[in-house]
């Protein structure tokens, strides 16, 4: 039978969101997922899930058969390197990308009052005497923030080609490809979009 072939991004959100395969690392993996979300509340589930190897979603323990090909999935990625799998996992569970910053580097943006007018800094507020400047924010990434977030993306999509090619040739029904998205898309060139002029067209 033919093997179907897969990206191996959409390979880990079969195997572990959709068949709900376990990564079994233990507190370790759960630690660097707790780091990555900031220490919050974005992967409580999801640790609980390490920690008892069952859906959470649905409550209980889940009598749901995992396959074969996800257990390979989930085993391989048991064997990275703990940095590199938490990355794995927590793109896969989310069924998203790590995020690379699109947007690069933020900026210092103008402050409004309610009427839509650039915020006044004064040396006595009460009596808006003293003009100081106008009130900023930033917004965005920081130079250092940027690098890091870069980083998380380079050490997951590493992560993923070392994945597909560990795979490769120890699946029954899949062949893994990929990874299909850029390396490095903040280096990648602007597509070129090139407009047809339908008013020089003939139409039959």
Known sequence: MAKIKIDVEDLVVWALAKQHADVSRGSGIAQELRQLAGGATATDRLEAYLAVGSRIDGGGSSSHKVSPDAQRVAAVIDAMPIEAAALVVLAGRNMAPI???????????????????????????????GLLGWEYEYEGYMPSGLDLVRLQYVVWWEALRDLQQRLSGRLQGFEATGPRRSAEPWNDKAPVIHYINVESLDVM
């Open 99 to 129: 995020e690379w910053g699109e947007e690069g580097i933020g900026r210092w943006v103008p402050v409004y009052d309610r009427k839509g007018r650039h915020k006044k800094r004064w040396q006595d507020p009460a009596q808006c005497r």
